[in-house]
């Protein structure tokens, strides 16, 4: 009978054990899921902040500052509220637009690739060219590719590298304040 008490308690441990691996691993997919989230509002208020850093040719200085952004992104909610809340160079209406494919990209001043879209990268740069688009990813390897701007993590901080080969390629101009933040590439 002895024995099997402790069967049973070591059978309770066990559970006991193999709950709390549970709950633990729970909380790490929940505060993974929620840095995830947080990540897409600090991108947003950097791709802000790039409003102010970044310069545009003089063609691309007028009417609406517009944003694309391919496919369904979390970021696209985040970036609306900022456009509902701010303006740039003073007047400027933001306009956050989603678009499915590289085919409908147009005269904008920047373009998101999420990392889900990250597979269409060359077919974005073929359709972007030369025009002064400011184009910025969220996947590894992507500002090698010739996106302008890529989103990384860097000593678990969000970080971003700047292609300033890709960024002349559009005549844009980057200030100094923004290339002594950047990882540059």
């Given at each position: 009978?002895?024995?099997?008490?402790?069967?049973?308690?070591?059978?309770?441990?066990?559970?006991?054990?193999?709950?709390?691996?549970?709950?633990?691993?729970?909380?790490?997919?929940?505060?993974?899921?929620?840095?995830?989230?947080?990540?897409?509002?600090?991108?947003?208020?950097?791709?802000?902040?790039?409003?102010?850093?970044?310069?545009?040719?003089?063609?691309?200085?007028?009417?609406?500052?517009?944003?694309?952004?391919?496919?369904?992104?979390?970021?696209?909610?985040?970036?609306?509220?900022?456009?509902?809340?701010?303006?740039?160079?003073?007047?400027?209406?933001?306009?956050?637009?989603?678009?499915?494919?590289?085919?409908?990209?147009?005269?904008?001043?920047?373009?998101?690739?999420?990392?889900?879209?990250?597979?269409?990268?060359?077919?974005?740069?073929?359709?972007?060219?030369?025009?002064?688009?400011?184009?910025?990813?969220?996947?590894?390897?992507?500002?090698?590719?010739?996106s302008d701007i890529n989103f990384?993590?860097?000593?678990?901080?969000?970080?971003?590298?700047?292609?300033?080969?890709a960024v002349g390629k559009q005549?844009?101009?980057?200030s100094i304040e923004l290339t002594?933040?950047?990882?540059?590439?």
């Open positions: 009978m002895d024995g099997h008490i402790f069967a049973c308690l070591s059978k309770k441990r066990y559970n006991y054990q193999s709950m709390k691996k549970s709950l633990l691993l729970l909380a790490l997919i929940l505060s993974s899921t929620q840095v995830f989230s947080q990540s897409h509002k600090y991108q947003s208020v950097f791709i802000f902040s790039f409003t102010r850093y970044v310069q545009w040719p003089d063609a691309y200085n007028q009417g609406d500052f517009e944003i694309l952004v391919l496919g369904d992104c979390p970021i696209l909610e985040e970036l609306k509220a900022m456009a509902a809340a701010k303006k740039v160079q003073g007047d400027r209406t933001i306009k956050v637009t989603k678009i499915n494919s590289p085919s409908e990209i147009r005269k904008c001043n920047m373009l998101y690739v999420p990392s889900a879209k990250s597979n269409q990268i060359e077919g974005v740069l073929a359709k972007v060219g030369t025009q002064s688009i400011l184009v910025i990813t969220e996947e590894p390897g992507l500002g090698a590719k010739g990384i993590v860097k000593d678990g901080k969000l970080a971003f590298e700047l292609n300033q080969g005549s844009l101009k980057v002594r933040l950047a990882v540059i590439i």
